[in-house]
């Protein structure tokens, strides 16, 4: 479990146990990066508004005889502004970052992300590491606890800086591995959880 930012809360009412009725929209406002080229990132609200998604489709680092060592780091930014219903605001409660694995005995992967609201505390990255050998989808998450939740200000139009790493060294391994934070068909996606409150 790790907090990505931490900062004093927005002023705002207690977390409320429903999210809003109205409708939230999502704008992708940017994208830049090795592991985002522009359109093959793209974000939607779920319908029960509880929490947003980032699919990727071109999203792959890896590492191996014949590949370029600038090949095994790929990262990208994202910018996003959340349009909520008035009176309404937001915290990241909990991440769920996936993609597909395929890892030789020998070699190290990670992934590693933070984010935060423009202007804000940027706080730091938190790492997780993909374990060896490894053939399959891989998930891990984030929880944010209660207390350390970051509500956007209230009232305030601020974006949302999202920010992500693949990394993927051969190690001892001979042949060619890799680590996917992508999904072709739009069925692995990050997820990010809203924590909701009610503004003064």
Known sequence: MASLIVAAPA??????????DDE???DLVAMAGSGCAPGTADVAVSPDNTA???IYSNYLAQAGPGISVTDGRKNCQLNVLVH???????AIAKVDYRGYGFLQRGATASQRANYYFQG??????????????????W??????PIAAQVFRPCGELRNLNINTELRVAKGTSTDVSYLTMDST????ATIYHFAWRQCP
Do not use: K, R
């Open 139 to 144: 998930i891990v998450s984030d929880d944010v």
């Open 24 to 26: 939230i929209v999502i």
């Open 84 to 90: 909520v219903p008035h009176g309404f605001t937001f």
């Open 120 to 137: 804000m505390t940027q706080g730091t990255y938190v790492n997780h590491n993909i374990g060896a050998p490894l053939d399959d989808n």
């Open 52 to 54: 947003f998604t980032v």
């Open 11 to 20: 002023n705002a009412g207690s977390p409320l146990d429903n999210p809003p």
């Open 185 to 188: 068909d739009g069925s692995i």
